[in-house]
């Protein structure tokens, strides 16, 4: 998780732990008053808490504000496909509410660099590229068919998506994981982590907890 050290910062809180960090911004900053905070259009709303001193803080999870206040229960995400894609790997998983991994699978894969050479040979090297981003795609949608069907049947239907790697890779995956039946994968919320290194165990984990944390802008006055 991480910190709100200066005058404006963005931190991830775990839903567990979001009860304990609002009372400890109530114990900083004062008496906290609550509102809905409406974003930009196609954004979620969240919640802004406005404490006594001037300091505020809006927060995001995967469900709109509903009661008086930001509360743990709200912060707890839904199921959650997580497909991670990049030249030198995949991993793809359903995440329980509470982060286990209801199903999951990690593999590599290698498609090979741009080369700088020109002509014949670029072409070649192009050729054999696609080939192996191809392979690559081919592979990941048939793991997150078997994965979304074993998941699903302990968390019922995923209702977030948690979208990383190479943004061509993942949007192929995604665009051939998204039919029939799994068309409404391209209609539920998502979050994006484009960030991510080639996807193994630990960075597929990394992906659930940041893909589960509650999204917190804090202004400390």
Known sequence: MGRADGPDATVDVAPERLDG????????HGEVTWSV???????????????????????????????????????????LLVLLVRRGGYAVAVAAPDGSLAAAKVGTRHVQSRTAAGGWSQQRYARRRAHQADALVEAVVGHAGRVLEEGEQGTGPVEGLVLGGDRTLAAQALDAVATGPRARLHGIPRRELWDVADPRRAVLEEAVRRGRAVHVRVHNA
């Open 37 to 79: 905070h409406d974003g930009p259009a196609a954004s979620p709303s969240s919640w802004a808490a406005e404490a006594a001193d001037g300091s505020w803080a809006r927060l995001t999870s995967w469900r709109a504000p509903a009661g008086e206040r930001a509360t743990g229960e709200w912060a707890l995400p839904p199921a």
């Open 21 to 28: 960090w609002l009372s400890r911004f109530a114990d900083s």
